[in-house]
Nanobody, 118 residues
């Protein structure tokens, strides 16, 4: 299994970014997918997850601002991030096979940096 994130970058507070994660190497369409983030000096935390059917779950800190989606045909998962805040600054990771709110997921990408300036 290989997960490759893209779309990170530098954005001003209030701006938007869309992260993408390309999955390969197994049956993507039946796996739950998730996004996590880790800020400097902090533990990795759950951001959002989506089941193979498209049911989504969010951390309270991003609810109403972030949207997770997936394309089973393209083996892609996305994270649309709006109204970004400086506290959203972190390395964002894509993960496959796990449960919402837990960080014990089976497969992980390398991460993409998101920096939100004030």
């Amino acid at each position: 299994v290989q997960l490759v994130e893209s779309g990170g970058g530098l954005v001003q507070a209030g701006g938007s970014l869309r992260l993408s994660c390309a999955a390969s190497g197994r049956s993507f369409s039946s796996s739950p997918m998730g996004w996590f983030r880790q800020a400097p000096g902090k533990e990795r935390e759950f951001v959002a997850a989506i089941t193979w059917k498209g049911s989504d779950t969010y951390a309270d800190s991003v609810k109403g601002r972030f949207t997770i989606s997936r394309s089973n045909i393209m083996s892609m998962v996305y994270l649309q991030m709006n109204s970004l805040k400086p506290e959203d600054t972190a390395v964002y990771y894509c993960a496959e096979e796990g449960s919402p709110y837990s960080t014990k997921w089976r497969y992980w990408g390398q991460g993409t940096q998101v920096t939100v300036s004030s």
